[in-house]
């Protein structure tokens, strides 16, 4: 093994998580990795679904990403994403390629890929060695 081997992970899949992805995931877990705090998963969405179905928040930074799937035109999305922010659940509907901060408590879901007409890449990034959520009790 080489000096740096360590700092390389071979085809890092993750699981699938809902019947509707087809394509592989891509995943890291700091907690696989000396306990660095970042969860990243990248993901092709290529149909419709329903991704988060309730409210929740968390308690460390977490970015979205929502951009085209032509690697050569990443601004080419052709999608719409509905996302709910806020205690609210202030609708905000996506159909440009963009990155979302969530900040720490910030209650946001659900979040339903409503209309996919070419395939769009989904990154979701945590600052945590650990994604946890805290479910939104709506009082």
């Not at 509707?20 to 660095?36: C, K, N, P, V």
């Not at 806020?86 to 979040?111: D, R, S, W």
């Not at 769009?120 to 060695?129: G, K, Q, S, V």
């Amino acid at each position: 093994m080489s000096k740096y081997a360590q700092y390389i992970r071979k085809n890092p899949l993750g699981p699938k998580l809902h019947d509707e992805q087809t394509a592989d995931i891509l995943s890291l877990r700091g907690a696989d990795w000396d306990g660095l705090p970042l969860v990243i998963r990248w993901e092709v969405v290529d149909n419709p679904f329903l991704l988060i179905t309730a409210p929740h928040s968390h308690e460390f930074h977490q970015f979205l990403g929502f951009i085209g799937g032509d690697v050569m035109n990443p601004l080419d999305f052709t999608a719409e994403v509905e996302l709910c922010l806020g205690e609210e659940q202030e609708k905000q509907v996506i159909t440009y390629t963009c990155l979302v901060h969530i900040p720490p408590g910030l209650v946001h879901g659900p979040m339903n890929f409503s209309r996919i007409d070419k395939p769009i890449r989904f990154y979701d990034i945590a600052l945590t060695p650990e994604y946890r959520r805290i479910p939104f009790q709506n009082h």
